[in-house]
């Protein structure tokens, strides 16, 4: 295991500390914390933010939110 990346170690960690049912949530923090958010908006992203506008995009996501 000490050949592997620090952050694949730190991912197996999670599983293991992680490894119950219902346990998605705390693994996905824990990887954004091992990732980073990174930049939502950015013009890097592969997203299709750019190509229907934030407007919308946050129309999209409001609705759902909003049930």
Known sequence: MSTLPADSRKRLQTLEQHSE?????????????????????GGEQSGFIAEIGFDMYQKIWTKPSAN
């Open 21 to 41: 049912l219902g346990s998605g949530f705390q693994i996905a923090m824990r990887d954004l914390d091992i990732r980073g958010a990174g930049n939502l908006l």
